[in-house]
């Protein structure tokens, strides 16, 4: 296979490999891997959510970057405090939801 690329793109291409110390098409393999793979899990995911939810998850993630491109961001604790936070709410939610077995 051959791939064409945007001088510009090539070019961060060959910077990103050097920085990684790799040969450039390693690289792009490994890239290329990584993202497929992520793809796939994400796909596995939201194959079975409907047009709603997957507008609402679109919407959320437009809105992260819009604060992100804004300069609203969060420090790396903070964001851990707050999933766990999420989280934990969930499994509260989730488990007054579940039938009593007596």
């Known amino acids: 296979m051959e791939l064409h690329l945007s001088p510009e793109l090539e070019s961060k ?13 390693q690289f792009a393999a490994d890239v290329l891997t990584r993202y497929l793979v992520d793809e796939t899990r994400f796909f596995d995911v939201t194959d079975d959510w409907s047009e ?26 903070r964001a851990r405090r707050e999933m766990q936070a999420f ?10 939801r579940q039938p009593v077995c007596r």
């Open 13 to 25: 291409l060959n910077i990103s490999a050097a920085r990684h110390g790799l040969c450039t098409d």
């Open 52 to 77: 709603a939810e997957l507008r609402a998850a679109r919407g959320h993630i437009e809105e992260g970057l819009r604060q992100a491109e804004q300069g609203q961001t969060i420090d790396a604790p």
């Open 87 to 96: 989280k934990d709410e969930w499994r509260r939610q989730r488990e007054s």
